[in-house]
Structures are given as structure tokens and as C-alpha cells.
């Protein structure tokens, strides 16, 4: 009789670490951005992916760890959307790198709510502090690429304190929401009416004045 062939079992798929890791990290983020920090259990996290707890905590031994990850994947995401605001085939001058800077840092904080910078601050001290150096090296970006432009006579101290104070103002969802208008709109309106105080020239001015055209001599009648 012939033999009959063992049966098979069935091959089980590599799981890709890396890929599993993404797809954690993606979900972390979206809901921490979202509902903040402490609203987030990790073992809603994993039922969620259909994973397991020993996978979620052999990847990322603690929320800590993931709020770590999170913050250094919102940088990434501000980085690109900053180099996507950029336009490498026409030059800008300073103030219009600066608004492109604007943009790219808005949309990076569009999904951030309230609840996750304040969960940060109080639960995890060390990763508020990367997130801290991570705003202010941002910051230092812009204020580089608008101090040229500033009025001479006008102290850059007061000038990027305001500046930085229109900054955590306007990007309170509160403020924006009251006037009915977005983020973007309600940032880029309020830097335009700080430069006009503070900087030597606005956007799309030219860097010498335009010379103006000598009139046309009038004729004298000869009497």
C-alpha cells in the first residue's frame, strides 16, 4: 500500500518586529495625541492590534518608553513637514522661509490636544524635557531666520517673548475655535500683525526700495 503522506502543519508567518513596532507606535500616537496620556491603557493598546501583552512590553518595556518614541516620531514628522513646505526651486527671503516654517509647525501640532503636553509634564518629567528641547531647537530654527529682519532700533528679547507668547496663545484649540477659524489662519494672521511692528520689511517686500520714476517735465508755454 502506498504511504500516505504525513499531513503538514501549517507554516506559521515570520512577524516582522519592525513592522510590529510601527504599527504600536502609530496607534500609541494617535491616541495619545488625541486623549492624551492617561487615557491610554496599554492593555487596551494591544487588544486593539490583536496582540499580545508580552509582545507590547517586550517592544516597549513601559508607556514611558512609548510616550519616548512618540515624541521623537512627532519631531520627524515636524522635520518633513518642514521640508515639504519648502519650495528648493524659488528663493524666499527670510520671512517667507519663516512662514513656511509656520505652516510645517502647525499641521505638526494640529492633533496635538491639551491633555498630551500636560500628561508629559506631569507623568514623565525626563520625555517633557526632550519634548522641551525639541520645541525650543524648533524655535531657534525660526528666530534665526527672522532676526535679520528686525527693526534695528528694537530689542530681539521683547520682540521673540511676544512672538512666543502669540505662539502658545493662538495654538490653544480655544482661540481659534472662539473666532471660528483654523489654527493656520489664526497663527499666520497674528505673525503677520507682529511683523508689522517688528520687522524692517514684510513678506514679499523687496530688500532696496524701489526707486520711483522721475516725472515728465512739463512743458512751458512761451509767451
Same mark, same amino acid.
Not at 493662538?170 to 508689522?196: C, K, T, Y
Not at 512751458?220 to 509767451?223: A, I, L, P, W
Given at each position: 500500500?502506498?504511504?500516505?503522506?504525513?499531513?503538514?502543519?501549517?507554516?506559521?508567518?515570520?512577524? !516582522?518586529?519592525?513592522?510590529?513596532?510601527?504599527?504600536?507606535?502609530?496607534?500609541?500616537?494617535?491616541?495619545?495625541?488625541?486623549?492624551?496620556?492617561?487615557?491610554?491603557?496599554?492593555?487596551?493598546?494591544?487588544?486593539?492590534?490583536?496582540?499580545?501583552?508580552?509582545?507590547?512590553?517586550?517592544?516597549?518595556?513601559?508607556?514611558?518608553?512609548?510616550?519616548?518614541?512618540?515624541?521623537?516620531?512627532?519631531?520627524?514628522?515636524?522635520?518633513?513637514?518642514?521640508?515639504?513646505?519648502?519650495?528648493?526651486?524659488?528663493?524666499?527671503?527670510?520671512?517667507?522661509?519663516?512662514?513656511?516654517?509656520? &505652516?510645517?509647525?502647525?499641521?505638526? !501640532?494640529?492633533?496635538?490636544?491639551?491633555?498630551?503636553?500636560?500628561?508629559?509634564?506631569? &507623568?514623565?518629567?525626563?520625555?517633557?524635557?526632550?519634548?522641551?528641547?525639541?520645541?525650543?531647537?524648533?524655535?531657534r530654527l525660526g528666530a534665526n531666520l527672522l532676526r535679520p529682519l528686525l527693526k534695528p532700533a528694537l530689542d530681539e528679547r521683547v520682540a521673540f517673548?511676544?512672538? !512666543?507668547?502669540?505662539?502658545?496663545?493662538?495654538?490653544?484649540? &480655544?482661540?481659534? !475655535?472662539?473666532?471660528?477659524?483654523?489654527?493656520? &489662519?489664526?497663527?499666520?494672521?497674528?505673525?503677520?500683525?507682529?511683523?508689522?511692528?517688528?520687522l524692517a520689511r514684510k513678506a514679499g517686500a523687496s530688500g532696496a526700495a524701489k526707486k520711483r520714476k522721475p516725472e515728465p517735465k512739463r512743458r512751458?508755454?512761451?509767451?
Open positions: 500500500m502506498p504511504a500516505h503522506p504525513r499531513p503538514t502543519r501549517g507554516r506559521r508567518h515570520r512577524v !516582522n518586529p519592525e513592522q510590529v513596532r510601527s504599527r504600536i507606535l502609530e496607534a500609541f500616537s494617535a491616541r495619545a495625541k488625541k486623549h492624551g496620556l492617561r487615557a491610554l491603557l496599554m492593555t487596551e493598546l494591544a487588544a486593539e492590534l490583536r496582540i499580545s501583552a508580552t509582545t507590547l512590553y517586550k517592544l516597549f518595556p513601559s508607556k514611558e518608553a512609548l510616550a519616548l518614541a512618540c515624541v521623537e516620531r512627532w519631531a520627524d514628522e515636524l522635520g518633513a513637514a518642514e521640508a515639504a513646505k519648502r519650495a528648493p526651486s524659488k528663493h524666499h527671503d527670510g520671512f517667507e522661509q519663516y512662514m513656511h516654517w509656520v &505652516d510645517a509647525w502647525v499641521d505638526a !501640532n494640529a492633533d496635538l490636544a491639551p491633555a498630551f503636553a500636560r500628561d508629559l509634564q506631569t &507623568d514623565y518629567p525626563a520625555v517633557w524635557q526632550r519634548y522641551r528641547d525639541i520645541v525650543e531647537t524648533r524655535k517673548a511676544l512672538l !512666543n507668547t502669540i505662539f502658545s496663545t493662538v495654538l490653544e484649540p &480655544d482661540f481659534a !475655535n472662539r473666532m471660528h477659524i483654523s489654527r493656520r &489662519d489664526a497663527l499666520r494672521m497674528a505673525i503677520q500683525v507682529w511683523a508689522g511692528g517688528a512751458t508755454s512761451k509767451r
